[in-house]
């Protein structure tokens, strides 16, 4: 049996990328809760159900960053007890409730935008269009400190989807806002919050999907065992691969293992790093591979020797 994990060297360099992207994301969310605590003022008075949907919207903003940066702080700590990759799947479960978040706000600002439709109440829109636009300014900010972070974490992308769409949502209110100045079509703040309904319905969506598919242990997006299994039975000396599984620890983290056999008069360790660079080549850096001699099926007592020698799914006759 064999583990490879990540050397020292990879380790630090996750650390430093770690320590930039808590600066990144602390800076964001300083501008975002100023921004919002003057956005709730403006709102009330303006009775603008858009700029208050974008203040909840940027709440939620402001605390995906932070469960972010907790995330960021649990998944940093070594393994520990029981807990033997430690504590990076955090990460994900952050993630996972940014999208859930998303998803029940949308749901809520859905009600109320049809409530304010049917009956809309009189709206400040020059108000409405001077705090959009400054909204708009202030998350092009905070969406450019994000975009610097590393957005192959899920729990960094989690927290910039939740930002992005803050940023098309003061656009469409911006939009809105100008209407309401120009025309007088009041029920444009409704048809706004509708807007950024949409859009963080897309995004929560596919959050909630993707942190799924790593708390059920799926094998990453185009590194399905299916396709793997196959390209390892090809390698030279080797007879059979079953027992083949491929899951993430966290995002960017996938791992493999699988129980190989190698066909006699071979050196099992040499096959072993064969297949860890193959799988290296794949991006997959955290392998486990159980690697034996194919049985003498002239030995195996009750076993007929076609049997013996058959390979499973992932495998090859030998």
């Avoid at 919002?36 to 603008?48: D, L, P, R, T, Y």
């Avoid at 109440?121 to 400054?134: F, I, K, N, Y």
Wanted: glycine share 10%; proline share 4%.
């Amino acid at each position: 049996m064999s583990g490879h994990e990540h050397g020292h060297g990879h380790g630090h360099g996750h650390a430093l990328s770690a320590e930039a992207d808590r600066k990144w994301l602390t800076g964001a969310l300083v501008l975002l809760v100023t921004f919002m605590a003057g956005e709730v003022v403006v709102g009330i008075v303006a009775q603008s159900l858009a700029l208050i949907s974008d203040a909840a919207h940027m709440l939620t903003d402001a605390m995906s960053i932070v469960l972010a940066l907790i995330a960021m702080r649990l998944a940093a700590r070594p393994p520990k007890g029981g807990y033997s990759y430690g504590l990076k799947r955090a990460e994900i479960l952050s993630a996972q409730a940014n999208g859930l978040t998303l998803l029940l706000l949308a749901a809520w600002l859905t009600y109320e935008a049809i409530h304010r439709f049917l009956d809309p109440p009189e709206v400040g829109g020059a108000l409405v269009l001077v705090t959009a636009l400054v909204g708009v300014a202030v998350n092009l900010v905070a969406t450019w400190m994000l975009s610097r972070a590393n957005r192959s974490s899920l729990n960094v992308e989690g927290a910039f989807q939740h930002i992005l769409n803050d940023l098309f949502a003061f656009i469409a209110t911006a939009v809105a806002g100008l209407v309401m100045v120009t025309t007088g079509f009041v029920q444009a703040d409704a048809i706004a919050t509708l807007v950024v309904v949409a859009l963080m319905v897309k995004a929560g969506v596919g959050l909630v999907r993707a942190s799924g598919r790593v708390l059920l242990e799926a094998a990453p997006a185009g590194l399905e065992p299916e396709r793997v299994g196959p390209v390892l039975a090809k390698s030279p000396h080797v007879s059979e691969v079953h027992d083949l599984h491929i899951w993430e620890i966290t995002s960017g983290m996938p791992a493999a293992s699988a129980h190989v056999l190698v066909v006699p008069g071979h050196d099992c360790h040499t096959v072993r790093a064969e297949l860890e660079e193959l799988l290296h080549g794949l991006g997959i850096m955290h392998t486990t591979l159980q690697v034996d001699h194919t049985p003498d099926p002239y030995l195996v007592i009750g076993r007929p020797a076609s049997e013996a020698a058959r390979g499973d799914v992932h495998g090859r006759p030998s």
